[in-house]
Protein backbone atom coordinates (compact mmCIF):
# COMPACT_ATOMS: atom_id res chain seq x y z
CA UNK A 1 0.00 0.00 0.00
CA UNK A 2 1.40 3.68 -0.78
CA UNK A 3 2.34 5.83 1.78
CA UNK A 4 0.05 8.33 0.38
CA UNK A 5 -2.66 6.37 1.67
CA UNK A 6 -2.05 5.96 5.41
CA UNK A 7 -0.51 9.60 6.13
CA UNK A 8 -1.99 12.83 6.62
CA UNK A 9 -0.26 16.23 6.84
CA UNK A 10 -2.31 18.75 8.47
CA UNK A 11 -1.74 22.73 8.06
CA UNK A 12 -0.47 22.86 11.18
CA UNK A 13 2.64 20.72 10.44
CA UNK A 14 1.40 17.18 12.10
CA UNK A 15 2.33 14.36 10.06
CA UNK A 16 -0.41 11.73 11.67
CA UNK A 17 -0.45 7.84 10.19
CA UNK A 18 -4.08 7.61 9.67
CA UNK A 19 -4.82 3.82 9.21
CA UNK A 20 -5.36 1.16 11.50
CA UNK A 21 -5.14 -2.28 11.16
CA UNK A 22 -2.35 -4.62 9.92
CA UNK A 23 -1.23 -1.91 7.50
CA UNK A 24 2.44 -1.57 6.63
CA UNK A 25 5.34 0.22 7.96
CA UNK A 26 7.92 2.92 6.30
CA UNK A 27 11.08 4.22 6.38
CA UNK A 28 12.21 7.51 7.38
CA UNK A 29 13.16 8.00 3.99
CA UNK A 30 9.69 6.74 1.91
CA UNK A 31 8.20 9.64 4.92
CA UNK A 32 10.73 12.05 3.71
CA UNK A 33 9.99 11.42 0.06
CA UNK A 34 6.23 11.29 0.48
CA UNK A 35 6.59 14.80 2.21
CA UNK A 36 8.49 16.11 -0.64
CA UNK A 37 6.48 14.77 -3.36
CA UNK A 38 3.90 16.82 -1.73
CA UNK A 39 5.68 19.61 -1.51
CA UNK A 40 6.56 19.85 -5.52
CA UNK A 41 2.69 20.06 -6.05
CA UNK A 42 0.86 22.94 -7.82
CA UNK A 43 -1.82 22.71 -4.68
CA UNK A 44 -2.46 20.43 -2.20
CA UNK A 45 -5.60 18.06 -1.91
CA UNK A 46 -7.91 15.56 0.48
CA UNK A 47 -5.84 15.48 3.58
CA UNK A 48 -1.88 16.03 2.99
CA UNK A 49 -1.91 20.10 3.11
CA UNK A 50 2.01 20.37 1.48
CA UNK A 51 2.13 22.00 -1.66
CA UNK A 52 4.78 23.94 -3.67
CA UNK A 53 3.63 27.12 -1.35
CA UNK A 54 4.43 25.98 2.46
CA UNK A 55 7.83 25.63 3.95
CA UNK A 56 10.22 22.91 3.07
CA UNK A 57 8.90 20.13 5.13
CA UNK A 58 11.93 18.10 5.78
CA UNK A 59 15.39 17.36 5.02
CA UNK A 60 17.55 14.44 4.11
CA UNK A 61 21.08 13.90 5.24
CA UNK A 62 21.62 10.57 4.73
CA UNK A 63 18.75 7.59 3.50
CA UNK A 64 18.50 6.68 7.62
CA UNK A 65 19.32 10.34 8.80
CA UNK A 66 15.72 12.74 8.69
CA UNK A 67 14.85 16.36 10.07
CA UNK A 68 11.20 17.43 9.87
CA UNK A 69 11.71 21.27 9.58
CA UNK A 70 9.50 23.60 12.22
CA UNK A 71 6.27 23.06 12.45
CA UNK A 72 6.20 19.56 10.88
CA UNK A 73 6.44 16.40 13.65
CA UNK A 74 5.40 13.01 13.93
CA UNK A 75 3.61 12.04 17.49
CA UNK A 76 4.85 8.67 19.03
CA UNK A 77 2.08 6.64 17.52
CA UNK A 78 3.38 7.30 14.14
CA UNK A 79 6.61 6.80 15.11
CA UNK A 80 5.65 3.29 15.95
CA UNK A 81 4.73 3.19 12.18
CA UNK A 82 8.58 4.26 10.84
CA UNK A 83 11.91 2.59 10.48
CA UNK A 84 15.14 2.71 9.08
CA UNK A 85 16.89 5.79 10.50
CA UNK A 86 15.67 8.90 12.98
CA UNK A 87 13.73 11.60 12.74
CA UNK A 88 14.22 14.94 14.56
CA UNK A 89 11.98 17.69 14.81
CA UNK A 90 11.56 20.45 16.92
CA UNK A 91 14.30 22.33 16.20
CA UNK A 92 16.40 19.39 17.64
CA UNK A 93 14.07 19.56 20.81
CA UNK A 94 12.41 15.81 19.61
CA UNK A 95 14.63 12.75 18.14
CA UNK A 96 13.23 9.10 17.48
CA UNK A 97 16.29 7.48 17.02
CA UNK A 98 16.65 4.12 14.77
CA UNK A 99 16.98 0.83 16.27
CA UNK A 100 17.95 -2.60 14.22
CA UNK A 101 18.34 -5.51 16.31
CA UNK A 102 19.97 -8.67 14.74
CA UNK A 103 21.07 -12.27 15.61
CA UNK A 104 19.08 -14.92 16.33
CA UNK A 105 16.47 -16.32 18.62
CA UNK A 106 15.75 -20.15 19.67
CA UNK A 107 11.96 -19.78 19.10
CA UNK A 108 9.33 -16.89 18.72
CA UNK A 109 10.23 -14.15 21.85
CA UNK A 110 9.16 -10.97 22.79
CA UNK A 111 12.42 -8.53 22.97
CA UNK A 112 11.86 -6.06 25.45
CA UNK A 113 13.38 -2.42 25.07
CA UNK A 114 14.63 -1.29 28.91
CA UNK A 115 14.85 3.03 28.35
CA UNK A 116 15.37 5.07 31.72
CA UNK A 117 14.90 1.57 34.01
CA UNK A 118 11.69 1.46 32.43
CA UNK A 119 10.07 -0.73 29.67
CA UNK A 120 10.07 1.54 26.65
CA UNK A 121 6.98 1.68 24.95
CA UNK A 122 5.12 4.99 25.04
CA UNK A 123 1.40 4.18 24.39
CA UNK A 124 1.14 0.85 25.53
CA UNK A 125 2.47 -1.71 28.23
CA UNK A 126 5.87 -2.02 27.47
CA UNK A 127 6.12 -4.77 30.02
CA UNK A 128 3.55 -7.15 28.29
CA UNK A 129 2.97 -6.56 24.83
CA UNK A 130 4.79 -3.46 23.25
CA UNK A 131 4.14 -2.19 20.23
CA UNK A 132 6.51 -4.16 18.17
CA UNK A 133 5.03 -7.38 19.47
CA UNK A 134 7.47 -10.44 18.43
CA UNK A 135 9.16 -8.07 15.96
CA UNK A 136 8.67 -5.86 13.16
CA UNK A 137 9.93 -4.42 9.95
CA UNK A 138 12.25 -8.34 10.31
CA UNK A 139 14.42 -9.36 7.41
CA UNK A 140 15.37 -13.18 8.01
CA UNK A 141 18.05 -13.15 5.34
CA UNK A 142 20.31 -10.64 7.19
CA UNK A 143 19.27 -12.20 10.32
CA UNK A 144 17.10 -8.51 11.18
CA UNK A 145 15.02 -9.12 14.69
CA UNK A 146 13.75 -5.80 14.94
CA UNK A 147 13.80 -2.29 13.03
CA UNK A 148 11.93 0.12 14.93
CA UNK A 149 12.39 4.08 15.80
CA UNK A 150 12.63 4.97 19.84
CA UNK A 151 12.27 8.55 21.48
CA UNK A 152 15.93 9.16 23.23
CA UNK A 153 15.24 13.15 22.87
CA UNK A 154 12.04 15.42 24.68
CA UNK A 155 11.67 18.78 25.73
CA UNK A 156 15.38 19.47 24.84
CA UNK A 157 16.86 17.10 27.51
CA UNK A 158 18.10 13.02 26.20
CA UNK A 159 16.06 10.46 27.82
CA UNK A 160 18.96 8.59 30.24
CA UNK A 161 21.87 9.77 27.69
CA UNK A 162 20.23 8.05 24.73
CA UNK A 163 20.79 4.86 26.39
CA UNK A 164 18.63 1.73 25.86
CA UNK A 165 19.05 -2.18 26.61
CA UNK A 166 17.18 -4.74 24.08
CA UNK A 167 16.80 -8.37 26.01
CA UNK A 168 15.46 -11.61 25.66
CA UNK A 169 14.47 -13.42 28.25
CA UNK A 170 11.80 -16.26 27.40
CA UNK A 171 11.91 -19.04 30.05
CA UNK A 172 13.00 -22.61 28.14
CA UNK A 173 15.72 -20.49 26.25
CA UNK A 174 18.85 -19.00 27.11
CA UNK A 175 19.03 -15.18 28.19
CA UNK A 176 20.26 -12.12 26.46
CA UNK A 177 20.85 -8.39 26.45
CA UNK A 178 22.72 -5.76 24.35
CA UNK A 179 23.14 -2.19 26.02
CA UNK A 180 23.66 0.62 22.89
CA UNK A 181 23.33 4.25 22.96
CA UNK A 182 21.29 5.58 20.34
CA UNK A 183 21.40 8.95 18.32
CA UNK A 184 20.69 9.81 14.83
CA UNK A 185 20.16 6.99 11.91
CA UNK A 186 20.59 3.38 13.19
CA UNK A 187 22.02 1.69 16.54
CA UNK A 188 22.73 -1.95 16.51
CA UNK A 189 21.96 -4.34 19.12
CA UNK A 190 22.84 -7.71 19.25
CA UNK A 191 20.59 -10.92 20.52
CA UNK A 192 21.13 -14.73 20.36
CA UNK A 193 19.41 -17.13 22.14
CA UNK A 194 19.54 -20.69 22.12
CA UNK A 195 17.09 -23.98 23.56
CA UNK A 196 18.25 -23.89 27.52
CA UNK A 197 19.23 -27.48 28.37
CA UNK A 198 19.35 -27.18 31.90
CA UNK A 199 15.67 -24.92 31.68
CA UNK A 200 13.10 -27.08 30.69
CA UNK A 201 11.15 -27.28 33.51
CA UNK A 202 7.44 -25.32 32.82
CA UNK A 203 6.76 -22.36 34.18
CA UNK A 204 3.95 -24.25 36.45
CA UNK A 205 6.29 -26.19 38.22
CA UNK A 206 9.05 -23.82 38.67
CA UNK A 207 5.98 -21.54 40.43
CA UNK A 208 5.75 -24.04 42.93
CA UNK A 209 9.38 -24.98 43.89
CA UNK A 210 10.08 -23.90 47.92
CA UNK A 211 13.22 -21.79 47.54
CA UNK A 212 14.07 -18.74 49.68
CA UNK A 213 16.84 -15.98 49.80
CA UNK A 214 18.59 -13.99 52.61
CA UNK A 215 19.04 -10.57 50.58
CA UNK A 216 21.57 -8.47 51.15
CA UNK A 217 25.32 -8.40 53.18
CA UNK A 218 25.97 -11.94 54.01
CA UNK A 219 29.28 -13.13 55.57
CA UNK A 220 29.69 -17.14 54.85
CA UNK A 221 32.44 -19.12 54.68
CA UNK A 222 31.88 -21.51 52.16
CA UNK A 223 35.57 -23.04 51.32
CA UNK A 224 35.39 -23.82 55.47
CA UNK A 225 38.98 -22.30 55.37
CA UNK A 226 37.78 -20.73 58.83
CA UNK A 227 37.68 -16.94 57.48
CA UNK A 228 34.66 -15.34 56.11
CA UNK A 229 33.73 -14.39 52.63
CA UNK A 230 31.15 -12.03 51.76
CA UNK A 231 28.40 -11.55 49.02
CA UNK A 232 24.71 -10.35 48.91
CA UNK A 233 23.05 -12.90 49.08
CA UNK A 234 22.25 -16.78 50.74
CA UNK A 235 20.19 -18.72 48.51
CA UNK A 236 18.40 -21.63 49.94
CA UNK A 237 17.55 -24.45 48.00
CA UNK A 238 16.14 -26.76 50.46
CA UNK A 239 15.43 -30.51 49.03
CA UNK A 240 15.66 -29.21 45.50
CA UNK A 241 18.67 -29.49 43.28
CA UNK A 242 21.40 -27.14 42.19
CA UNK A 243 19.62 -26.79 38.69
CA UNK A 244 16.16 -26.39 39.76
CA UNK A 245 17.74 -23.33 41.85
CA UNK A 246 19.28 -22.00 38.70
CA UNK A 247 15.71 -22.56 36.78
CA UNK A 248 13.92 -20.54 39.71
CA UNK A 249 16.14 -17.60 39.72
CA UNK A 250 15.51 -17.57 36.02
CA UNK A 251 11.66 -17.69 36.56
CA UNK A 252 11.83 -14.58 38.34
CA UNK A 253 13.89 -12.72 35.54
CA UNK A 254 11.52 -14.20 32.98
CA UNK A 255 9.66 -12.17 30.25
CA UNK A 256 6.64 -10.32 32.13
CA UNK A 257 7.78 -11.79 35.42
CA UNK A 258 5.26 -10.84 38.40
CA UNK A 259 8.11 -11.10 40.54
CA UNK A 260 10.07 -8.86 42.38
CA UNK A 261 13.87 -9.29 43.63
CA UNK A 262 15.73 -6.48 46.12
CA UNK A 263 12.51 -4.21 45.81
CA UNK A 264 12.55 -4.72 42.00
CA UNK A 265 10.43 -6.22 39.01
CA UNK A 266 12.56 -9.28 38.65
CA UNK A 267 12.53 -8.66 34.86
CA UNK A 268 14.89 -5.31 35.49
CA UNK A 269 16.68 -7.29 37.86
CA UNK A 270 20.53 -7.98 36.73
CA UNK A 271 23.07 -8.46 39.77
CA UNK A 272 25.95 -6.39 40.75
CA UNK A 273 27.52 -3.90 38.26
CA UNK A 274 29.68 -1.92 40.29
CA UNK A 275 31.79 -1.42 43.42
CA UNK A 276 31.71 1.73 45.37
CA UNK A 277 34.14 2.91 47.77
CA UNK A 278 32.72 5.61 50.03
CA UNK A 279 33.75 7.75 52.91
CA UNK A 280 32.49 10.98 54.59
CA UNK A 281 29.41 9.45 55.47
CA UNK A 282 26.02 11.68 57.14
CA UNK A 283 23.00 10.75 58.22
CA UNK A 284 23.96 6.86 58.06
CA UNK A 285 23.95 4.50 57.34
CA UNK A 286 22.42 3.88 53.54
CA UNK A 287 19.64 1.19 53.64
CA UNK A 288 19.86 -2.13 51.35
CA UNK A 289 17.18 -1.95 48.77
CA UNK A 290 17.00 1.52 48.28
CA UNK A 291 17.90 3.50 45.42
CA UNK A 292 21.08 5.97 45.51
CA UNK A 293 21.74 8.95 43.52
CA UNK A 294 24.63 10.13 42.29
CA UNK A 295 25.85 13.59 41.89
CA UNK A 296 26.84 13.00 37.74
CA UNK A 297 23.10 11.96 37.81
CA UNK A 298 23.36 8.58 38.02
CA UNK A 299 21.08 6.08 39.99
CA UNK A 300 21.18 2.69 41.63
CA UNK A 301 20.01 -0.22 43.24
CA UNK A 302 21.97 -0.63 46.67
CA UNK A 303 22.42 -4.16 46.71
CA UNK A 304 24.48 -4.69 49.25
CA UNK A 305 26.08 -2.61 52.55
CA UNK A 306 29.76 -3.08 54.01
CA UNK A 307 29.01 -0.29 56.71
CA UNK A 308 32.08 0.62 58.70
CA UNK A 309 30.86 3.74 60.35
CA UNK A 310 31.19 6.78 58.10
CA UNK A 311 33.59 4.74 55.64
CA UNK A 312 32.76 1.42 53.40
CA UNK A 313 31.05 -0.11 50.73
CA UNK A 314 28.53 -0.40 48.34
CA UNK A 315 27.64 -3.28 46.02
CA UNK A 316 24.90 -2.03 43.23
CA UNK A 317 23.32 -2.35 40.07
CA UNK A 318 23.31 1.31 38.23
CA UNK A 319 19.92 1.86 36.83
CA UNK A 320 20.25 4.86 34.97
CA UNK A 321 23.17 7.17 33.73
CA UNK A 322 26.84 6.53 33.43
CA UNK A 323 29.12 4.87 36.11
CA UNK A 324 29.79 6.86 39.02
CA UNK A 325 33.04 8.89 39.77
CA UNK A 326 35.54 9.25 42.15
CA UNK A 327 34.62 12.43 44.60
CA UNK A 328 30.98 12.34 43.74
CA UNK A 329 28.23 12.80 46.30
CA UNK A 330 25.86 9.54 47.40
CA UNK A 331 22.11 10.73 48.56
CA UNK A 332 19.98 7.39 49.79
CA UNK A 333 16.84 7.66 48.48
CA UNK A 334 14.88 6.34 51.68
CA UNK A 335 17.63 6.88 54.09
CA UNK A 336 19.20 10.32 53.49
CA UNK A 337 22.44 8.71 54.22
CA UNK A 338 25.12 10.79 52.14
CA UNK A 339 28.73 10.43 51.45
CA UNK A 340 31.49 10.80 49.27
CA UNK A 341 32.86 8.48 46.46
CA UNK A 342 36.64 7.35 47.43
CA UNK A 343 38.46 6.01 44.15
CA UNK A 344 36.99 4.95 40.89
CA UNK A 345 34.45 2.50 40.99
CA UNK A 346 34.89 -0.92 40.02
CA UNK A 347 32.43 -2.42 37.62
CA UNK A 348 31.73 -6.27 37.82
CA UNK A 349 30.53 -8.41 34.36
CA UNK A 350 27.09 -9.36 35.24
CA UNK A 351 25.71 -12.58 33.76
CA UNK A 352 22.61 -13.06 31.30
CA UNK A 353 20.54 -14.98 34.32
CA UNK A 354 22.01 -13.27 37.87
CA UNK A 355 22.60 -16.16 39.62
CA UNK A 356 25.45 -17.26 36.70
CA UNK A 357 25.12 -20.48 35.00
CA UNK A 358 24.15 -24.15 35.88
CA UNK A 359 25.88 -26.83 33.74
CA UNK A 360 23.14 -29.38 34.89
CA UNK A 361 24.91 -30.41 38.32
CA UNK A 362 26.77 -27.53 39.38
CA UNK A 363 26.25 -23.51 39.52
CA UNK A 364 28.85 -21.43 38.34
CA UNK A 365 28.12 -18.15 40.28
CA UNK A 366 27.79 -14.83 39.06
CA UNK A 367 29.63 -11.60 41.21
CA UNK A 368 28.29 -12.02 44.77
CA UNK A 369 25.66 -14.73 45.05
CA UNK A 370 26.00 -16.48 47.75
CA UNK A 371 24.50 -20.17 48.86
CA UNK A 372 24.04 -22.06 51.43
CA UNK A 373 27.22 -23.86 52.11
CA UNK A 374 25.54 -26.90 53.02
CA UNK A 375 23.73 -27.17 49.65
CA UNK A 376 26.81 -27.25 48.00
CA UNK A 377 29.18 -29.80 46.24
CA UNK A 378 32.79 -29.40 45.30
CA UNK A 379 32.22 -29.64 41.31
CA UNK A 380 30.02 -25.88 42.31
CA UNK A 381 31.84 -22.32 42.26
CA UNK A 382 31.39 -19.44 43.46
CA UNK A 383 32.52 -15.40 43.28
CA UNK A 384 32.24 -13.26 46.13
CA UNK A 385 31.97 -9.54 46.58
CA UNK A 386 35.67 -9.30 45.56
CA UNK A 387 35.04 -11.55 42.20
CA UNK A 388 37.32 -13.95 44.26
CA UNK A 389 36.74 -17.75 42.56
CA UNK A 390 35.62 -19.80 46.61
CA UNK A 391 35.82 -23.36 45.77
CA UNK A 392 33.38 -25.13 48.15
CA UNK A 393 35.20 -28.49 49.78
CA UNK A 394 34.41 -32.07 49.19
CA UNK A 395 32.60 -32.75 51.63
CA UNK A 396 32.20 -36.55 51.67
CA UNK A 397 30.54 -39.30 53.86
CA UNK A 398 31.32 -42.55 55.14
CA UNK A 399 28.57 -44.95 56.13
CA UNK A 400 28.40 -48.29 58.01
CA UNK A 401 25.36 -50.45 57.67
CA UNK A 402 23.65 -53.19 58.24
CA UNK A 403 23.30 -52.26 61.97
CA UNK A 404 20.62 -53.45 64.96
CA UNK A 405 19.57 -50.06 66.16
CA UNK A 406 20.18 -49.99 69.82
CA UNK A 407 22.45 -52.87 70.32
CA UNK A 408 25.28 -52.52 68.05
CA UNK A 409 28.29 -50.64 69.12
CA UNK A 410 30.33 -48.77 66.47
CA UNK A 411 34.44 -47.83 66.40
CA UNK A 412 35.72 -46.29 63.11
CA UNK A 413 39.39 -44.85 63.87
CA UNK A 414 42.32 -44.47 61.79
CA UNK A 415 43.65 -47.73 60.48
CA UNK A 416 47.65 -48.73 60.37
CA UNK A 417 48.78 -52.16 58.93
CA UNK A 418 45.38 -53.38 59.62
CA UNK A 419 44.78 -52.55 63.32
CA UNK A 420 43.56 -48.87 65.22
CA UNK A 421 46.30 -46.10 64.33
CA UNK A 422 46.06 -45.20 67.96
CA UNK A 423 49.14 -42.94 67.97
CA UNK A 424 47.85 -40.93 65.48
CA UNK A 425 48.84 -37.79 67.40
CA UNK A 426 50.54 -37.63 70.81
CA UNK A 427 49.50 -35.25 73.57
CA UNK A 428 51.14 -32.19 73.83
CA UNK A 429 49.51 -30.60 77.35
CA UNK A 430 49.35 -32.81 80.25
CA UNK A 431 45.48 -32.95 81.40
CA UNK A 432 45.01 -33.12 85.20
CA UNK A 433 42.21 -31.24 86.38
CA UNK A 434 38.70 -32.14 87.23
CA UNK A 435 37.59 -29.52 84.61
CA UNK A 436 39.55 -29.86 81.48
CA UNK A 437 38.19 -27.97 78.71
CA UNK A 438 40.51 -28.51 75.82
CA UNK A 439 43.02 -31.16 74.48
CA UNK A 440 46.40 -29.61 72.29
CA UNK A 441 47.99 -32.51 70.06
CA UNK A 442 51.61 -32.16 68.62
CA UNK A 443 50.59 -31.32 65.35
CA UNK A 444 48.09 -29.44 63.37
CA UNK A 445 44.52 -31.05 62.94
CA UNK A 446 44.06 -32.18 59.98
CA UNK A 447 41.62 -30.76 57.70
CA UNK A 448 39.37 -33.93 56.94
CA UNK A 449 38.68 -33.77 60.59
CA UNK A 450 35.05 -33.56 61.19
CA UNK A 451 33.36 -30.08 62.17
CA UNK A 452 32.40 -32.00 65.48
CA UNK A 453 32.86 -35.60 67.13
CA UNK A 454 34.85 -37.87 69.61
CA UNK A 455 38.52 -38.32 69.96
CA UNK A 456 40.01 -40.95 72.35
CA UNK A 457 43.01 -40.07 74.56
CA UNK A 458 45.31 -42.26 76.59
CA UNK A 459 45.35 -41.81 80.20
CA UNK A 460 48.42 -42.55 82.51
CA UNK A 461 46.21 -45.95 83.60
CA UNK A 462 46.43 -46.95 80.03
CA UNK A 463 42.88 -46.71 79.26
CA UNK A 464 41.96 -44.86 75.71
CA UNK A 465 38.87 -42.26 77.33
CA UNK A 466 36.39 -41.57 74.85
CA UNK A 467 36.12 -37.41 74.64
CA UNK A 468 33.70 -35.24 72.78
CA UNK A 469 34.67 -32.33 71.16
CA UNK A 470 32.46 -29.36 69.54
CA UNK A 471 34.93 -27.58 67.48
CA UNK A 472 38.87 -27.60 66.38
CA UNK A 473 41.49 -24.96 65.30
CA UNK A 474 45.09 -25.36 65.07
CA UNK A 475 46.53 -27.99 67.51
CA UNK A 476 43.71 -27.93 69.43
CA UNK A 477 40.56 -29.44 70.49
CA UNK A 478 37.75 -27.56 72.17
CA UNK A 479 35.82 -30.55 74.51
CA UNK A 480 33.09 -31.14 76.97
CA UNK A 481 34.36 -30.53 80.87
CA UNK A 482 35.99 -33.87 81.77
CA UNK A 483 37.77 -34.89 84.97
CA UNK A 484 41.20 -36.02 85.01
CA UNK A 485 41.70 -35.57 88.38
CA UNK A 486 42.40 -39.12 89.06
CA UNK A 487 43.77 -40.52 86.02
CA UNK A 488 46.07 -37.65 84.36
CA UNK A 489 47.32 -37.72 80.81
CA UNK A 490 50.88 -36.87 80.78
CA UNK A 491 52.79 -35.55 77.55
CA UNK A 492 53.29 -37.65 74.15
CA UNK A 493 50.09 -39.97 75.44
CA UNK A 494 48.55 -41.52 72.54
CA UNK A 495 45.83 -39.32 70.86
CA UNK A 496 43.30 -40.78 67.69
CA UNK A 497 40.30 -39.88 65.84
CA UNK A 498 37.58 -41.76 66.36
CA UNK A 499 35.83 -40.93 63.00
CA UNK A 500 32.18 -42.83 64.42
CA UNK A 501 32.22 -44.36 68.23
CA UNK A 502 28.88 -44.65 69.36
CA UNK A 503 25.88 -47.21 70.06
CA UNK A 504 24.01 -47.38 66.77
CA UNK A 505 20.73 -45.43 67.09
CA UNK A 506 19.67 -46.71 63.63
CA UNK A 507 20.50 -49.60 60.96
CA UNK A 508 22.85 -47.21 59.55
CA UNK A 509 25.25 -44.49 60.86
CA UNK A 510 27.76 -42.07 59.13
CA UNK A 511 30.21 -39.57 59.45
CA UNK A 512 31.25 -36.13 57.37
CA UNK A 513 34.29 -34.56 56.21
CA UNK A 514 36.33 -32.77 53.96
CA UNK A 515 37.85 -34.36 51.42
CA UNK A 516 41.27 -33.73 51.23
CA UNK A 517 43.12 -37.56 50.11
CA UNK A 518 42.02 -40.77 50.56
CA UNK A 519 42.23 -41.80 54.44
CA UNK A 520 42.39 -45.49 55.93
CA UNK A 521 39.89 -46.58 57.88
CA UNK A 522 39.26 -49.02 60.40
CA UNK A 523 35.68 -50.57 61.25
CA UNK A 524 35.19 -52.21 63.95
CA UNK A 525 31.42 -53.53 64.92
CA UNK A 526 30.26 -55.43 68.30
CA UNK A 527 27.10 -56.80 69.74
CA UNK A 528 27.23 -58.71 72.70
CA UNK A 529 23.33 -58.12 74.44
CA UNK A 530 20.23 -59.48 72.55
CA UNK A 531 21.55 -60.74 69.11
CA UNK A 532 24.96 -61.38 69.63
CA UNK A 533 27.97 -61.28 67.04
CA UNK A 534 31.00 -62.05 66.48
CA UNK A 535 33.05 -59.26 66.30
CA UNK A 536 33.25 -57.82 63.06
CA UNK A 537 36.15 -56.01 61.76
CA UNK A 538 37.35 -54.63 58.68
CA UNK A 539 39.63 -51.85 56.72
CA UNK A 540 38.18 -48.97 54.94
CA UNK A 541 38.78 -46.45 52.86
CA UNK A 542 37.13 -43.11 52.71
CA UNK A 543 37.53 -41.02 48.95
CA UNK A 544 36.93 -38.35 47.19
CA UNK A 545 33.37 -40.16 46.92
CA UNK A 546 33.08 -41.36 50.35
CA UNK A 547 33.09 -45.09 51.52
CA UNK A 548 30.76 -47.35 53.26
CA UNK A 549 30.79 -50.62 54.80
CA UNK A 550 28.55 -53.02 55.63
CA UNK A 551 28.62 -55.52 59.13
CA UNK A 552 28.22 -59.07 58.48
CA UNK A 553 26.28 -60.38 61.69
CA UNK A 554 27.96 -63.73 62.50
CA UNK A 555 25.81 -65.49 64.90
CA UNK A 556 27.44 -65.83 68.61
CA UNK A 557 25.55 -68.02 69.93
Known sequence: MAIADNFSVATNGDIRYTSSGSNPNYTVLELHRFLQDKADDGSSSGDDLVDITVDTPSDRSTDNIITLLHPYNIDDAT???????????????????????????????????????????????????????????????????????????????????????????????????????????????????????????????????????????????????????????????????????YEYCKYIQRGNSTETIHGIDGELFRGITHEINYTSENNGPFQEDEVLTFSNGATALLLALDDQGTTGKLYIQLLTGVTPLNTNTITGGSSSATATINGSPTTRSISPVFIGNSTGSSIIGACGIGIKKSTLTSSDQLFDLSNTLIAPPNIVTFTVSGLISGEDRVLVAPEDNGVIEVDQFSLNTALSSSTETSVVINTTIPSDTPATGTIRLQTNSGVYKRLVYTSYSGSTFTITSSDFSSDNASTSNNVYISYIDELANSTSVSFESVYSSDRNLFIRVRDGGGSPIKTFETPGTLGSAGGSTTAIRTSDV
Request: with cysteine.
Open 79 to 245: AEKLYDGSITQDNGDTLYSGLVVVGSLASSTTLKIIQNNTFYDPLNNGKVIPFWGTGINTDPANNILLRCLVKTRSGGNDIDGKRIRVQARKLGDTYSEFSATLDVGNATAAIFTNSDLNNQSSSATISAFTISNTEGFQELDIDIDGSNEEYYSQWDRGYHTINEL
